[in-house]
């Protein structure tokens, strides 16, 4: 599978961005994925996981309460919703597909297919 992140931008502290990631292949919907980001000069980090049909979600504490994972199958479409957005949420982020069947994951090695990802600037 391909995965292709968009919607990041610039938005001010306290605002809201909703990222997405459009996927091809037919494995989308069978598979949990994931968010990371990686802010410049820092390790990537785990945003947050979702299972194959979007029933389970699993996040980071830094971003739990603000960020919400969703998915829609039908659309191969992966969404990041983030709200009351602080300027230490700048950073690139990144989809990846979990490999094979397992549960949810916060560990980059679990995930086996990436996107290019999108920037998300926070300005204070």
């Known amino acids: 599978v391909q995965l292709q992140a968009s919607g990041g931008g610039l938005v001010q502290t306290g605002g809201s961005l909703r990222p997405s990631c459009a996927a091809s292949?037919?494995?989308?919907?069978?598979?949990?994925m994931g968010w990371f980001r990686q802010a410049p000069g820092k390790e990537r980090e785990f945003v947050g996981a979702i299972s194959w049909s979007g029933g389970r979600t699993y996040y980071a504490d830094s971003v739990k309460g603000r960020f919400t994972i969703s998915r829609d199958n039908a659309k191969n479409t992966l969404y990041l919703q983030m709200n009351s957005l602080k300027p230490e949420d700048t950073a690139v982020y990144h989809c990846?597909?979990?490999?094979?069947?397992?549960?949810?994951?916060?560990?980059?090695?679990?995930?086996?297919?990436w996107g290019q990802g999108t920037l998300v600037t926070v300005s204070s």
């Open positions: 292949g037919r494995s989308f919907g069978t598979q949990g």
């Open positions: 990846a597909r979990r490999r094979g069947d397992g549960s949810l994951s916060l560990s980059g090695g679990d995930y086996d297919s």
